[in-house]
């Protein structure tokens, strides 16, 4: 495994991604996730699987300090500044004592940061997560949440893969030392039939939904978090440590990305930072 530390906390750069895994999914990819090796799970309050997966946590029999495990507070409790009754909610049902990390799932953008941070850094001090972070934050957005906030942010969670230039906010991250973690790191499958991906997959005897994870993994402050419901899918998914990107392979995926790549885009996002192959 691959490690970015914060504050002397070392967190896998690989995980498992749970949205849209409901029900008895959930709980089974969490429990086999934890059997193949993975130690990173990343849920959210709005997944509706907290439940399932803190069940999975605990009836793996892998030890709770041996887990990082992420979950995110929805939009209608940043902004009611609800986030102590939210994280209380969170680890009720996940069933566990703290969160390895806490997220602001979304900026709200006509809410001052401050507001949005403060209380987000109360649950660090107050012991429920040992680190804090913010999701889909815009640069400018993640210069005053930094600014703002009492507490060191460690993370930002943004959509990354190969269709998606997010050089700007990538070089905000690396410059506060935050872990960098990318959402739909393989483009929900949509970068797997390209075929230049086919080709690097090809050449180093790997699929390619390993060399895109295996991308994520060789850029600096980046971690990786797919989700899958199939068990074959998530064991490959972690079988990345065994092989290593050539600059080529890198420079290859790297001239894929495209200024309309984004997948995520809801009426509540932030205005975007432009990435670098947008301005050219
Ligand atoms: N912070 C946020 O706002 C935010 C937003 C979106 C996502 N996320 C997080 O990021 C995680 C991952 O993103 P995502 O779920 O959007 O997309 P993703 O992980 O990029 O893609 C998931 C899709 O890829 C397929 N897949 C996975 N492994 C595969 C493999 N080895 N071969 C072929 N197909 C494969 C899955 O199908 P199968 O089930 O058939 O394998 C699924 O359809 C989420 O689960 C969530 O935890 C966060």
Known sequence: MLFHTFDGIDI?????????????????ITLKALEVGYRHIDT????????????????????????FLTTKIWNPRIEK??????????????????VDLILNHWPINDMEIKRQV???????????????GVSNYNQ??????????????????????????????????????????????????STLDNPAIERVAEWNKKTPAQVVLRWHLQQANV????????????????????????????????GLMK???RIIDPKWAP????GVTEAA
């Not at 959210?44 to 803190?54: K, L, W």
């Not at 989700?227 to 890198?250: G, K, Q, Y």
């Not at 205005?271 to 432009?274: A, E, M, R, S, V």
């Open 12 to 28: 896998p750069r690989l995980g498992l991604g749970t949205w849209q895994l409901e029900g008895d999914d959930a709980y089974r």
């Open 44 to 67: 959210a309050a709005i997944y509706e699987n907290e439940e399932e997966v803190g069940r999975a946590i605990r009836e793996s029999g892998v030890p709770r300090e041996e887990i």
């Open 81 to 98: 500044e609800e986030h102590d009754e939210a994280m209380k909610e969170s680890l009720d049902k996940l069933g566990t004592d703290y």
């Open 118 to 132: 403060v209380p987000l850094a109360k649950l660090k001090e107050d012991g429920h997560a040992k680190l804090i």
């Open 140 to 189: 400018e957005q993640l210069l005053q949440a930094v600014t703002d906030c009492p507490e060191r942010l460690a993370n930002i969670q943004c959509e990354y893969h190969p269709m998606l230039d997010q050089d700007p906010i990538l070089k905000s991250a690396r410059g506060f030392d935050m872990l960098f973690t990318s959402y739909s790191p393989i483009g929900q499958g």
């Open 223 to 254: 971690a990786a978090i797919p989700r899958t419901t199939s068990e074959d899918h998530l064991a490959a998914n972690f079988d990345i440590f065994d092989f290593e990107l050539s600059a080529e392979d890198m420079k290859t995926i790297y």
């Open 259 to 261: 200024p309309d790549g």
């Open 271 to 274: 205005k975007w930072d432009t």
